[in-house]
C-alpha cells in the first residue's frame, strides 16, 4: 500500500517538520547537563548557523536534571538596540516576584535605568558617578548581585557573535566573579569574524569554576536518516532518501528541516513498505542550502502570508504581531498562516523567523524596490511602540532611503546611547550620520558637537576628525562654531595630531564661547598645557590663571578641580613652592577616595610633574591616591596614564624589583602608541633600564623614539631625564658630537620656557658631553647659571646635581661624595651610587686606595640590587685595575623559578584584583605596600599576556585550569 502525504493538496498548512526528540546530540547533552550539577560552571556552544545550538539549549533547559535550577534566557540579536546589555536585561526583567524582599546591595540599585520594571524591588540608586567608565563597573557589580542572590540558577546568552561591546564585557567580567551556583551557557556561531573575540570571552575561567566547550558538527548520513525518522513519526527512511538529503544539505539540521518540508509541500513524500521513500528520485533538484527551499516554501503562502514573512526578514529581530501585520499591511489572519508554514515562530508574545538564515533569504530574494517599501512601513509600525527602539527605526529609516527622517532620528538614538553611558553606540550613529547624510551646515556641526563630546569617551578620536573638521568648514553661527573648535582641539591632542592646529582651535573657542564659561575654562587650560617650547611658562601660568577665575563664574566642583591640577602641575615644573598649596586643596577636595574623573586627572597631573621634578614622596602619594579610585581603574586611558608616571617613580626610586615585568605588559598594550602621550613615559623607562642592563642597541633605539616624541610641547619635559640617558648612549659609543647636539637642544628648551627646577635631572651628564667635546669652559658657564637660576626654587635635586656637575669639571671626589650624600636624601639611589662610583675613581687615581673602597663597594651593591649590570659591571671593572676588594654578590636566598607560571603570591594579587579589589585593599590584606601589589599585579599580567583587569580574570586560569586543558 502506498500513502501520500500532500498538505498542499489538502489544503491544510503544512506540519513544522521539527524533530520531536534530539537526534544526533546525546553525548553533547549530557556533557552539558553534566557541567549545570557542578556550578559555578561556563558551558559555551558553538556550531554553525543552523547546526542545532538553540535546539540543544531548549533540551538542557527542559531536561530534568535542571528543573530545580531558575532559567533565564537573553538573546543578542543582529539590530543593535541603544541600551547595553540588551540580552542580560531581556534575560532578568522579569525576576521581580523573586527580587521583591530579596537582600540586595545599595549596588544593585544603579539597574533602576535598565530595568525600570523592577525599580520598585531595587535599592535607591547610588550617587551618579562623572565617569562613564565607573558606572559601567557599578552596574556589572549590579547585575552579578542580582544573579548571586536567585540561588541555583542557569543564564543563557544565545548568539553571543552579535553581542554589543558592553554585553561581551560583562560576560568576560561575569566569568571572572561567576557567582557559586550559576551555571553560564553561551551560544556563538563559529563561521563569523568575530568568533576568536567571542571564544575569548569563556576561554579562560579562575581556578574553581568549571568549563565546557562544545562543538555542534554536522550529521553524518546514518544520523541524517535517524532526524528524518524522528521527524516522520519514527518510521525508517530509505537509505536513499537519507542519501539524497545528506548529500544536499551537507547534515546541517535546519536545511534537513527546510528540504524536507519543501519535498513533503510538493506532494513527494510516499511511505511504502513500512519505509519513507521519495516519488521521481531524479525529478526534484534541491540545491544544498537552504535558500531555495525557503523561497518555495514561502511562494506557497497566500500572499497576505508572503507579506508578511517579507515584512519579518526587514525586521530580522522578533517583534510583536502588531509591528509585522503593520508593516505588511495585512490582517491578523495572515499571522496564523505565516505561524502554521513553520517559518516564522512565536517566542513569549513576539513573532520572528526560527532562524536567521531563512530571515536572509526572503529578504535577499525582494526586488530593491520592495525593499525600501517594507523598511520605510516597519520603521512607521516600531515608532507606535512603547518605548520606541530608536535605534531599529533609525536603521529602517536609512535603508528605506529616507535619508531627512533617518539623520533626524539617529540623532535622538545617539542622544539615548549617551543616556545610558553607551557612547560607543552613539558614536557609531553619528558618524554614519554625518558621513553619509546631506545635512546643511549648521546641523551638521551640531551633530559634530554631539560626536565630539561622545567621542571623547572612547579610543576613536582619530576616527572622527575628519569629520569634525568637515563641519567646521561650513558656516557656522559664533556659539556652536567655538565648541565644535573646542571637540576637534580634544580629538587631535587624544590623537597627538598636529599641535600648532590644537593651539589655532583652542584660541578660537576661547574667543567664540562667550557665553560658555566653563568651555572657555577648559580651552584655557588646553591653550596653557599646549603652548610652544618657545613660549615662557609664565605666560602659559596666565592662562591658568584665568582659567582658575573663570571656574567662580559657574558652581563645578569638579571642573574647578581639574582647572586646579592643570595649575599645580606647571608650578610644579616651574618650581613655584605654590603649587604645594594647591596639590593640597586637590587632596583635600577628594577627601578620602577620588570619585570622579576629574579628581584622578588632576591627581595625576601634579603627581606626574612632582615626579618629574624630583619630589617623589609627594608624587607616590598622589599618584597612588589615583591609582586607588575605583574609575581609574575602569577608565583604562586615565589607569594608564597613572601607570605610566608610576612606573617612572618607580625608576627614579630605585624600586626596580618587578618593574620590568610591568614595563614589558605596559609596552605590550601600547605597542602602536608608544609615542602617544602616555606611551612615551613607558617608552622612556623602558630605554633607562635598558640601557643600565647594558641593552645599549636598545636603549638607543628607544630613546630616539622619546627624543623624537618630545618635540610637542606637552611633553618637553622628558627631555632632561631622557637626553641625559641618551648621551651616556652616544659617549660610550664614541657619538660626541650627536649628544653635545642633544644637550644643546634641551638647554634651550629649558631656557626658552624658563624652565630650570627640572635641570637636575640633566646638568651632570650635559658637562660629562661638554667636557668630552672638549668645552669645559662652557660647561663651567652652564653648572654657573643653573645654580644661579635655581636658587629659591623648590627644586630638590639641584642641590645635588651642581655637586655632581662640580666633580665633572674639577675631579673632585669630594664634590662627587657631597653629591651622592644629598642623592640620598632626595631618595634618588641611582644617581647617588652614579656619583660614589666617580668619587671612588677619583680617590683610585690619586692613589687612595683605601678611601676609595667604601664608596666603590657601595655603589656596587646599590647596582646589584637594582639589577643595573651595565653599571655594576664598570665598577667592577675600576675594583679590579685598582686591587680593590668587592663583597661577593647579594644572592639574598634562591627564589623557586616559576618561569611563565604565577607565584602563589601573584596568584593571590591577580585573584584579588580580578574581584574588583583596589591595589590599596589588596595591599592591606595580604599585609604589604601597594607597590608591591602594582609589580606583583603587573607581573601576573604580563605572564598571562592581559592589559586589564577585567581581562585579567578570564585569562587566570592559564597556569591552573581545573580540567587540565590549555584551553579552545
Known amino acids: 500500500m502506498v500513502n501520500e502525504l500532500d498538505a498542499g493538496a489538502t489544503g491544510a498548512a503544512p506540519r513544522l517538520l521539527t524533530s520531536p526528540v534530539l537526534v544526533g546530540r546525546e553525548a553533547e547533552l549530557d556533557t552539558v547537563v553534566a557541567a549545570m550539577l557542578a556550578p559555578p560552571v561556563v558551558v ?93 563597573h557599578r552596574v556589572f557589580r549590579g ?39 550559576l551555571a553560564l551557557v553561551v551560544t556563538h556561531r563559529v563561521e563569523e569574524p568575530t568568533v576568536p573575540a567571542v571564544r575569548a570571552l569563556t576561554a ?84 544544498t542550502g537552504i535558500r531555495d527551499p525557503t523561497l518555495e516554501r514561502v511562494a506557497r503562502l497566500p500572499d497576505a502570508a508572503q507579506r508578511l514573512v517579507q515584512a519579518a526578514a526587514v525586521v530580522q529581530v522578533p517583534v510583536v504581531p502588531d509591528v509585522l501585520a503593520d508593516g505588511a499591511a495585512v490582517d491578523e489572519s495572515a499571522t496564523e498562516d505565516a505561524l502554521g508554514s513553520g517559518l516564522l515562530v512565536e517566542h513569549d508574545g513576539l513573532i520572528g523567523f526560527r532562524h536567521q538564515l531563512a530571515a536572509q533569504a526572503v529578504y535577499h530574494d525582494m526586488s530593491g524596490p520592495r525593499r525600501r517599501e517594507l523598511h520605510g512601513r516597519v520603521a512607521h509600525a516600531l515608532r507606535a511602540l512603547v518605548p520606541v527602539p530608536l535605534g531599529q527605526v533609525a536603521h529602517h529609516l536609512k535603508q528605506a532611503g529616507r535619508f531627512d527622517d533617518w539623520a533626524h532620528a539617529a540623532e535622538l538614538a545617539a542622544d539615548h546611547a549617551v543616556g545610558l553611558a553607551n557612547e560607543v553606540e552613539a558614536v557609531r550613529l553619528l558618524e554614519d550620520v554625518l558621513r553619509t547624510a546631506a545635512l546643511d551646515p549648521v546641523r551638521r556641526g551640531r551633530l559634530a558637537v554631539k560626536l565630539g563630546r561622545a567621542v571623547e569617551e572612547t579610543l576613536r578620536a582619530g576616527d572622527v576628525v575628519d569629520l569634525l573638521t568637515a563641519a567646521l568648514d561650513g558656516e557656522l553661527p559664533r556659539q556652536l562654531r567655538g565648541e565644535l573648535r573646542l571637540w576637534l582641539a580634544i580629538a587631535l591632542n587624544r590623537c597627538g595630531d598636529d599641535p600648532p592646529r590644537q593651539l589655532r582651535l583652542l584660541a578660537g573657542a576661547v574667543d567664540d564661547l562667550v557665553d560658555r564659561a566653563d568651555l572657555r575654562a577648559r580651552a584655557m587650560v588646553g591653550l596653557g598645557v599646549m603652548s610652544p617650547l618657545t613660549v615662557p611658562l609664565a605666560e602659559d601660568l596666565k592662562w591658568f590663571g584665568r582659567a582658575v577665575r573663570l571656574v567662580t563664574e559657574f558652581d563645578d566642583p569638579q571642573l574647578e578641580t581639574f582647572v586646579l591640577g592643570k595649575v599645580g602641575m606647571s608650578l610644579v615644573v616651574y618650581g613655584d613652592p605654590a603649587w604645594r598649596g594647591l596639590a593640597d586643596r586637590v587632596m583635600e577636595r577628594v577627601g578620602g577616595a577620588a570619585r570622579q574623573r576629574r579628581e584622578v586627572a588632576a591627581l595625576w597631573s601634579i603627581g606626574a610633574s612632582a615626579c618629574w621634578a624630583g619630589h617623589l614622596d609627594i608624587a607616590e602619594r598622589l599618584l597612588g591616591k589615583g591609582l586607588d579610585a575605583p574609575m581609574a581603574q575602569e577608565n583604562r586611558r586615565l589607569e594608564l596614564a597613572l601607570q605610566a608616571s608610576s612606573v617612572l617613580l618607580a625608576y627614579c626610586r630605585g624600586q626596580w624589583e618587578g618593574l620590568a615585568a610591568e614595563i614589558a605588559t605596559l609596552v605590550d598594550e601600547l605597542s602602536d602608541s608608544l609615542t602617544s602621550e602616555v606611551g612615551v613615559d613607558v617608552q622612556l623607562v623602558a630605554g633607562c633600564l635598558a640601557l643600565a642592563h647594558g641593552e645599549v642597541d636598545d636603549a638607543r633605539r628607544r630613546l630616539s623614539e622619546v627624543l623624537g616624541a618630545a618635540e610637542r610641547p606637552v611633553d618637553f619635559l622628558l627631555l632632561p631625564i631622557a637626553v641625559a640617558a641618551f648621551s651616556r648612549v652616544a659617549l660610550f659609543r664614541g657619538d660626541v658630537e650627536e649628544a653635545v647636539d642633544q644637550v644643546n637642544r634641551c638647554l634651550e628648551v629649558l631656557a626658552a620656557k624658563g624652565v630650570w627646577a627640572p635641570t637636575g635631572r640633566l646638568l651632570p651628564s650635559a658637562v660629562e658631553v661638554l667636557v668630552a667635546a672638549g668645552e669645559p669652559a662652557q660647561a663651567a658657564d652652564l653648572v654657573d647659571r643653573v645654580e644661579r637660576q635655581v636658587r629659591g626654587l623648590d627644586a630638590p635635586l639641584a642641590p645635588a646635581a651642581v655637586r655632581h656637575a662640580r666633580g665633572v669639571l674639577t675631579s673632585s671626589a669630594d664634590e662627587f661624595l657631597a653629591a651622592a650624600t644629598l642623592y640620598e636624601a632626595a631618595r634618588a639611589p641611582y644617581e647617588a651610587a652614579q656619583a660614589a662610583e666617580r668619587a671612588a675613581r677619583c680617590l683610585a687615581e690619586a692613589g687612595r686606595l683605601v678611601e676609595a673602597g667604601d664608596p666603590l663597594r657601595t655603589s656596587v651593591t646599590v647596582y646589584e640590587r637594582l639589577g643595573a649590570t651595565w653599571d655594576r659591571g664598570r665598577a667592577a671593572n675600576l675594583a679590579r685595575q685598582y686591587g680593590i676588594s668587592l663583597p661577593s654578590p647579594q644572592r639574598g636566598g634562591r627564589r623557586p623559578a616559576y618561569g611563565s607560571e604565577l607565584s602563589p603570591r601573584e596568584r593571590d594579587v591577580a585573584e584579588l584584583a580580578s574581584r574588583g579589589r583596589t591595589n590599596k585593599e589588596i595591599a592591606a590584606e595580604l599585609f604589604v605596600s601597594p607597590n608591591t601589589v602594582r609589580k606583583q599585579l603587573a607581573a601576573a599580567m604580563s605572564k598571562l599576556g592581559v592589559h586589564s583587569r577585567m581581562a585579567l580574570a578570564v585569562r587566570l586560569a592559564a597556569s591552573n585550569r581545573a580540567n587540565g586543558t590549555d584551553g579552545p
Open 44 to 136: 559555551a556552544v558553538e556550531g554553525e548557523a543552523g547546526v542545532g545550538k538553540t535546539r540543544l539549549v531548549t533540551e538542557l533547559l527542559g531536561h530534568r536534571d535542571v528543573a530545580e535550577s531558575r532559567r533565564l534566557v537573553g538573546r543578542c540579536h543582529p539590530i543593535r538596540e541603544l541600551f547595553p546589555l540588551g540580552p542580560l536585561v531581556e534575560a532578568v526583567r522579569g525576576l521581580r516576584d523573586e527580587l521583591d524582599g530579596a537582600r540586595l546591595g545599595a549596588v544593585a540599585g544603579a539597574l533602576r535605568p535598565l530595568l525600570p520594571e523592577l525599580a520598585d524591588v531595587l535599592p535607591p540608586m547610588p550617587e551618579p558617578l562623572d565617569d562613564r567608565g565607573a558606572e559601567r
Open 143 to 181: 547585575l552579578i548581585e542580582v544573579l548571586a542572590c536567585l540561588g541555583p540558577t542557569v543564564l543563557v546568552v544565545e548568539d553571543l557573535h552579535w553581542a554589543d561591546e558592553q554585553t561581551c564585557d560583562f560576560i568576560a567580567y561575569l566569568v571572572s566573579q561567576l557567582p557559586p551556583r
Open 204 to 287: 579562560r575561567v579562575p581556578a574553581g569554576v568549571r568549563r565546557e566547550r562544545v562543538r555542534l558538527g554536522l550529521l553524518d548520513r546514518e544520523r541524517t536518516g535517524d532526524m528524518v525518522a524522528a521527524i516522520l513519526d519514527g518510521q525508517t527512511v530509505s537509505a536513499d532518501f537519507a542519501g539524497y538529503l545528506w548529500e544536499r544539505t551537507s547534515g546541517l539540521p535546519l536545511a534537513v528541516e527546510e528540504v524536507l518540508a519543501l519535498i513533503r509541500a510538493r506532494g513527494m513524500l510516499v511511505r511504502h513498505g513500512g519505509r519513507w521513500e521519495r516519488k521521481a528520485l531524479d525529478t526534484l533538484e534541491v540545491p
